[in-house]
């Protein structure tokens, strides 16, 4: 089993930065691919980025590129999601998610991971 625990949201104006953590417990960390999803009021959990074991590569939603970077610092179990230049559209509930390093399926689909953490809230106002 793995527990993931979820900090650093909050309540930001438009064009500003979050950074959030996610620290995880329970099972080998490098031994995880890591994820972070974005579910915004009134629709699905979406793909926002991900980050391989190793943090050699990592992939993001088109919304975000250019603007959130994912990284992972395996000595604290911990992966972060750098958030800049917030949107309105950015609002909702951030789940960190984990699973096996080489499982299947693709890193943008919800199905594939096995672990979640409870979330944390971003709003973004204008």
């Known amino acids: 089993q793995v527990q993931l625990v979820e900090s650093g949201g909050g309540l930001v104006q438009a064009g500003g930065s979050l950074r959030l953590s996610c620290a995880a417990s329970?099972?080998?960390?490098?031994?995880?691919?890591m994820g972070w999803f974005l579910q915004a009021p009134g629709k699905e959990r979406e793909f926002v980025a991900a980050?391989?074991?190793?943090?050699?590569?990592?992939y993001y939603a088109d919304s975000v590129k250019g603007r959130f970077t994912i990284s992972r610092d395996n000595n604290k179990n911990t992966v972060f999601l750098q958030m800049n230049s917030l949107k309105p559209e950015d609002t909702g509930v951030y789940y960190c998610a984990a699973r096996p390093a080489y499982s299947s399926g693709g890193y943008a689909g919800t199905l594939y991971y096995n672990y979640w953490g409870q979330g944390t809230q971003v709003t973004v106002s204008s």
């Open positions: 980050i391989t074991w190793s943090g050699g590569n990592t």
């Open positions: 329970g099972r080998t960390f490098g031994g995880l691919a």
